[in-house]
T-cell receptor, first 112, second 113 residues
């Protein structure tokens, strides 16, 4: 079983729809990252969370430490939001402190 | 502020050949990471440097992969000899010492034929 699980793996939406991507993890973490990767492009950090909720423009990220679960929401989705969204957790134990473990990503395609 | 630089962006080689990738982190970032991202998967950590010392290389296939960061700034990752399964994107990331936010480079896409 992977330590970081994302769902769904693929998501197709119509422009304007509200989108939710989920991430569950099974290890002790100090923080959780949501990252965006465009085709052929590098990875851009969207959020780093250790508790509660953060908002940036049309993006909202939440985390529930007790349930080991995080969600990324996109309101009023747009075709330019099409990308792979990756959840990564930062380990908080032993020699691996600070290391990131990545989910497999959710490929989002927003149709006009 | 200049981001993490990587070169080359693309590389195609035949199996059993050697290849090297270069990364220049953001100025002042003491921590440097090399990741391997196979198509359809999330990145996997290969090696982590703190200045010029190795912090974690537990997932680096040391029989064929090597990495160095001699002066604690830029870094090279080498594969010798390459195998078909090494086809992937190799990502370099850096961060300030003790900080959790990592900044990623554009990656080097390697295809081994």
């Amino acid at each position: 079983k992977n330590e970081v699980e994302q769902s769904p793996q693929n998501l197709t939406a119509q422009e304007g729809e509200f989108i939710t991507i989920n991430c569950s993890y099974s290890v002790g973490i100090s923080a959780l990252h949501w990252l965006q990767q465009h085709p052929g492009g590098g990875i851009v950090s969207l959020f780093m969370l250790s508790s509660g909720k953060k908002k940036h423009g049309r993006l909202i990220a939440t985390i529930n430490i007790q349930e080991k679960h995080s969600s990324l929401h996109i309101t009023a989705s747009h075709p330019r939001d099409s990308a792979v969204y990756i959840c990564a957790v930062c380990l908080n134990y032993g020699g691996s402190q600070g290391n990131l473990i990545f989910g497999k990503g959710t490929k989002l395609s927003v149709k006009p | 502020e200049a981001g993490v630089a990587q070169s080359p962006r693309y590389k195609i080689i035949e199996k059993r050949q050697s290849v090297a990738f270069w990364c220049n982190p953001i100025s002042g970032h003491a921590t440097l990471y090399w990741y391997q991202q196979i198509l359809g998967q999330g990145p996997k950590l290969l090696i982590q440097f703190q200045n010029n010392g190795v912090v974690d290389d537990s997932q680096l296939p040391k029989d064929r992969f090597s990495a160095e960061r001699l002066k604690g700034v830029d870094s090279t990752l080498k594969i010798q000899p390459a195998k078909l399964e090494d086809s992937a994107v190799y990502l370099c990331a850096s961060s300030f010492y003790g900080e959790e936010t990592q900044y990623f480079g554009p990656g080097t896409r390697l295809l081994v034929l």
